[in-house]
């Protein structure tokens, strides 16, 4: 029997779901680097692959946490020091309930979806929400896009 979480939604795929095109950066990148096409293309996380082979991924927090609040230059850092290593992952044919639950297990917001080894793209906690409900405020803010920055604005906020 179906517990009340689960349902139509739940059994829908990974697949019918997912980004399909995750953008990847090599190993050797720098922060710097990556930060710039996560702003360029208005993402929050970049996987580090090299060979195709999947390494691990990065989030604007990893960069945050991991090298900005430490005090290190973000320029002299490579993606794979500051990354998260072999990220859970799933597959296309994974159910967006497992995978939800997956994301509640490992405290994640984010997953690589691998096809025969091979990164066939991404899943957020956004798209099983907008997939799940798509009416509610949290699918909502989901497709939103990130406000800009800019230097003049940031002189208003100090």
């Known amino acids: 029997m179906a517990s009340e979480e689960e349902g139509p939604q739940t059994e829908r795929l990974v697949s019918e779901v997912m980004t399909p095109a995750a953008t990847t950066v090599r190993p050797d990148a720098t922060l710097v680097e990556a930060a710039q096409l996560m702003r360029a293309q208005e993402i929050g996380d970049v ?48 159910r967006i309930g497992a995978a939800a639950e ?27 929400v907008r997939a799940s409900d798509p009416g509610s405020t949290l699918a909502h803010i989901s497709r939103r896009a990130p406000d800009t920055w800019s230097e003049e604005g940031a002189a208003g906020r100090r």
């Open 47 to 94: 996987l580090v692959v090299k060979d195709g082979k999947l390494l691990g991924l990065l989030t604007d927090r990893d960069i945050t946490l991991r090298a900005v609040a430490d005090g290190v230059d973000p320029l002299s850092v490579n993606c794979l020091s500051a990354c998260t290593p072999d990220p859970v992952t799933v597959t296309p044919g994974t």
């Open 102 to 128: 997956l994301m509640r297990t490992h405290a994640v917001r984010r997953l690589p979806v691998l096809e025969d080894g091979r990164l066939a793209g991404m899943v957020s906690l956004g798209d099983l």
